[in-house]
């Protein structure tokens, strides 16, 4: 069975610098791997896909993720934080195993400060 | 476009009664999800739908039931509420039959049982 680890339960950037958000993953097929961004009390917009094409992902909002097979990871970055990126923010993988079904990580809550 | 539209967004149940949550999706997608979310524990599936007149166990199913009603709609029921069961309840949908896509998601449900 797929799993995701999300490495930081919580991460703190200012505004202007840069974001980096760790996952690792376990999949025994080639994964499609995901991150998803839910702001309070919403629910989850999708920020970016990965899906055996290109490693390197971009997402919208200037975010981008690299799918690293030697390392199963999927890191999420994003050069400049904006006040706006504070959020949970959720690492997903799903492979031919699990037949549609998505498994969440435990989530990152990002804080952006002035 | 309203995508997958769920109801009600907030409920209070007393332990032992039964209620319902709605989901539909506009989307034409042909899988269906329910989800709960719980701090620190990030989303987990309760039940899903790959296709209408389907519908399966998720890691979380104990004390649910699900009907894909039609394409459209997949519905969760509670049947004897338990303070266990509070949590926020996300459903979701996704187009294809093979290979993973992408879920869209509902605002959620905000369920608390006293």
């Known amino acids: 069975a797929q799993s995701v680890t999300q490495l930081d339960s919580h991460v703190s950037v200012s505004e202007g610098t840069p974001v980096l958000l760790r996952c690792n993953y376990s999949?025994?097929?080639?994964?499609?791997l995901f991150w998803y961004v839910q702001h309070p009390n919403k629910g989850l917009q999708l920020l970016l896909k990965y899906t055996s094409a290109a490693t390197l992902v971009k997402g919208i909002n200037g975010f981008e993720a690299e799918f690293k097979k030697s390392e199963t990871s999927f890191h999420l970055t994003k050069p400049s934080a904006h006040m706006s990126d504070a959020a949970e923010y959720f690492c997903v993988v799903s492979d031919r195993s699990s037949f549609q079904k998505l498994v969440f990580g435990t989530g990152t809550r990002l804080l952006v400060s002035p | 476009n309203a995508g997958v539209t769920q109801t009600p967004k907030f409920q209070v149940l007393k332990t032992g009664q039964s209620m319902t949550l709605q989901c539909a999706q506009d989307?034409?997608?042909?899988?269906m999800y329910w989800y709960r979310q719980d701090p620190g524990m990030g989303l987990r599936l309760i039940y899903y739908s790959a296709s209408e007149g389907t519908t399966d166990k998720g890691e979380v199913p104990n004390g649910y039931n699900v009907s894909r009603l039609n394409k459209r709609e997949f519905s969760l029921r509670l049947e004897s509420a338990a303070p266990s069961q509070t949590s926020v309840y996300f459903c979701a949908s996704s187009a294809s039959r093979q290979g993973a896509t992408e879920a869209f998601f509902g605002q959620g449900t905000r369920l608390t049982v006293v």
């Open positions: 989307m034409n997608h042909n899988s």
């Open positions: 999949s025994s097929y080639s994964p499609s």
